[in-house]
């Protein structure tokens, strides 16, 4: 059965599954490997049948659960270079021919999928988002950037499914308890997309073809998932598409499975 699923998406920790012609991988693990194994039986599948994990950057609410999961079940692990250089601190050992380096803007086929990484804004050691080919279907997963340049905004467009970083509403960051340094971090161009970004970046790339959006990575101080989805569907709205008809809109859950969608 091919489908996409979000295991569960927030500042705290990201992991998402997907499956397709009998290929399973995980795009980041961004919890505990015990954390990750529940989340897995929870949409009914086994980690011993995973395939490789993707990753598109180090930091720890995306690879938390990497070196645990790739020696429990001998997985592949898929990263740039950069990534891999930045990984070697916080996975512990792992097997030689589990690593596995793919090239940032260059595809990458994997079994039945061809995976575009591409390069995002964020600070990271190289980080990227993925693309997904997959038969007739196009899947843009897009988190932690502080923008979206015209590349990217090139390269997303024409997907069926799109996982769409809207990590924080701006006036909340402003007034929120975040150390200054911190929120500037945040809003800067290295940081994450504010929910207003995410929309903007929608509304270029969506063509009203009932696509799935799903809202991703909020931030559990500066957004919540009412005003992340509200910012985002009246924008769209605004500029004449109708959320309840054109597409699919919803936000991904922070701590359990959501947005599961059979391809």
Known sequence: MDRFAILSSGSSGNCLFLEYKGSKILIDAGFSGKRI????????ENPKELDAVFVTHEHADHSK???TLSRRYNLPIYANAGTWKALDKHCGRIKEENIKLFDTGKFV???????????????????????????????????DTGIVDEKMAYEIKGSDIYYMEANHDLEALKRGPYPYPLKLRVMSNMGHLSNDQSAEVLADA?????????????????????????????????????????????VADRHNPSGIVLL
């Open 37 to 44: 194994e529940y989340l897995l039986t929870e949409i009914g």
């Open 65 to 67: 659960g990497l070196g």
């Open 109 to 143: 086929s994997f079994k039945s999928m061809d995976i575009l990484p591409i390069k995002i804004h964020h600070d990271a050691n190289e980080p990227v988002g993925f693309i997904f080919y997959l038969g007739n279907k196009k899947i843009t997963l897009l988190t």
């Open 206 to 250: 969506l063509e009203g073809k009932r696509e799935h959006v799903f809202l991703g990575h909020l931030s559990e101080t500066n957004n919540t998932p009412e005003l992340s989805r509200l910012t985002v569907d009246n924008y769209l709205t605004s500029l004449g598409l109708d959320t309840k008809k054109d597409i699919h809109l919803d």
